[in-house]
């Protein structure tokens, strides 16, 4: 228990540090994923294209060859960035296509005929929007939103092995530290992440019976 | 393509969206131009910064650490479905006192990032790294697959389970004989699409310093001089990557296009899973596909009746 005592601000600044990058690279992540769906449900054609590539190729690269691009690969190339900010845009570079993938199924969920009975009693593509379809989808948006935060929250520990300090780098120095209570260590550090996630879990579940659209 | 939000496109809408289209394609050709040329500019497509690859010795070096990749996925792979297995039954069992500790596992299992398990693993059991690799990712992805096929269970008619029952079977013999088949076939495409991901997370092997594809090319590249081979190692890699991935979604789509399941299973599958699963949102828009199709064909045969 000594280490607890002795290493609590180390503690302390780990998990602000992980909050900080989460919550920064929500910010950043779920415009640019708003944007790619929106992209990736246009009428036109090309835009589709431009956004199902990015989301491909970014779905299909592991998270940890994202961060050696950013953290080794584009100082090489005269690109210097903070190690912090260069792990927030390999975050939010990875999130965002998930963001977007839940965004669009989503508007995809609400019925077809939901539209057509909008259209044809005489609304305009405003007032459907606005009366009929994003009322349904943004109940389907919420949850899934919520479960990709919950993935970025445990992929934020990717950070740790890339110099940046946060929840998982301050383990491993204290492991390094403290070696006999190592499996004290480990399950206050994986307290903290649980900490962040199982809450946002249930308020997922919760929110997903609440709003549920039946059909 | 029609889409809820949006008619088929008139001659006029055609026209903005050509417009729109070829904006967007002289912009995107603008940036990568723009991007080749800086990356040319930094002499990345001189020879010398390729000719390390015509060393078949290089690719082998590559290969082999592709193949670690490889097989920590495969063998991470079949934990992981084994454990899912054992969990899901375990958890929706009648005692609590089988039922909640398994509970409280899993949910310690799936809320916490798999790469302090790799790091813990590694520690606490002074395994090798390859087996804390294998072990972190098979019991993670376990706890996940043993959620969907939880919530597959669920999902199933209760009549499946009454079925077997009045038959004469025991509880657990109707679950085993009866329930987990059909949930484990209709949770298939989940299945394998958590598995890509357990592919990709193999890649944190990296940060416990497991020598896969990732460190090998790292490496490589340093031993060969960073500065100068270190982009090339690194796109080689990526191709890698995409190759593998694209390979694997794709099997993951087939499957879900052949799976049986109602939109029950598929809803409780996409809120249990919950996770960055390449193809979670696929089944769901397939639905919503057939469904406009559907309306779609109706609708203009509608419409030629009356005329």
């Not at chain 1, 590539?53 to 691009?69: A, D, I, K, Q, S």
């Not at chain 1, 007032?127 to 935060?149: D, E, F, G, Y």
């Not at chain 2, 298939?188 to 497991?210: E, M, N």
């Not at chain 2, 960055?276 to 397939?286: C, F, I």
Request: aromatic share 10%; with cysteine.
């Amino acid at each position: 228990m000594q280490f607890l005592i002795e290493s609590g601000d180390v503690l302390l600044e780990g998990f602000l540090a992980t909050l900080r990058m989460l919550a920064l690279t929500f910010l950043l992540a779920l415009p640019l994923g708003v944007v790619l769906a929106v992209m990736r449900i246009s009428p036109v054609p090309s835009l589709r294209w431009v956004a199902t590539g990015f989301t491909e190729l970014l779905r299909n690269t592991p998270l940890t060859l994202v961060f050696f691009l950013l953290v080794f690969v584009m100082p090489r190339l005269g690109v210097i960035i903070d190690f912090q900010f260069s792990a927030i845009v390999a975050l939010t570079l990875y999130t965002a296509p998930f963001f977007s993938e839940a965004i669009r199924s989503g508007v995809n969920s609400v019925p077809v005929g939901q539209a057509e009975a909008a259209r044809s009693i005489g609304l305009t593509f405003g007032q459907t929007a606005r009366h009929v379809i994003l009322p349904q989808a943004v109940r389907s948006v919420i949850p899934p939103i919520l479960n990709v935060t919950i993935a970025l929250t445990k992929n934020t520990s990717v950070a740790g092995g890339f110099l940046v300090f946060e929840l998982f780098a301050s383990s491993r120095r204290l492991a390094n530290a403290y070696a006999n209570e190592t499996i004290l260590i480990f399950v206050v550090i994986a307290l903290c992440y649980l900490a962040i996630t199982i809450p946002l879990g249930r308020l997922a579940d919760a929110l997903e019976k609440k709003v549920a659209v039946l059909r | 393509m029609t889409s809820v939000l949006y008619d088929v496109p008139g001659p006029k809408a055609r026209r903005r969206s050509l417009i729109a289209s070829i904006a967007t394609g002289l912009l995107l050709a603008g940036v990568l131009a723009w991007v080749l040329l800086t990356l040319g500019g930094e002499g990345l497509f001189d020879y010398e910064r390729w000719d390390i690859f015509q060393d078949p010795l290089v690719w082998s070096a590559l290969g082999g650490a592709l193949l670690v990749t490889l097989q920590v996925a495969v063998i991470a792979s079949v934990i992981a479905v084994v454990l899912g297995s054992v969990f899901a039954v375990l958890r929706l069992s009648k005692v609590a006192l089988v039922r909640v500790p398994t509970t409280i596992v899993l949910e310690f299992f799936r809320g916490m990032p798999v790469l302090l398990m790799m790091f813990f693993i590694l520690i606490l059991f002074a395994t090798s790294q390859y087996w804390a690799v294998v072990l972190g990712l098979g019991l993670y992805n376990g706890a996940i697959i043993g959620e969907a096929l939880r919530s597959g269970i669920v999902a199933l008619p209760k009549g499946q389970r009454e079925a077997g029952l009045a038959l004469g079977l025991t509880p657990l013999k109707a679950r085993l004989l009866i329930e987990f088949p059909q949930a484990f076939r209709s949770m298939t495409p989940i299945i394998v699409a958590q598995l890509v991901v357990l592919l990709k997370d193999s890649s944190l092997g990296y940060i416990v310093g497991l020598e896969e594809l990732v460190r090998r090319q790292r490496t490589l590249a340093e031993f060969y001089g960073f500065s100068q081979y270190g982009f090339s190692f690194f796109v080689i890699t990526l191709g890698a990557f995409l190759i593998v991935n694209l390979t694997l979604s794709y099997i993951a789509r087939r499957l879900a296009s052949r799976t049986p399941g109602g939109r029950a299973t598929r809803r409780a599958a996409r809120s249990a899973i919950g996770e960055m699963a390449d193809t979670t949102v696929v089944p769901v828009q397939r639905a919503a596909e057939r469904s406009r199709h559907r309306t779609e064909s109706d609708y203009t045969g509608g419409s030629g009746s009356i005329q």
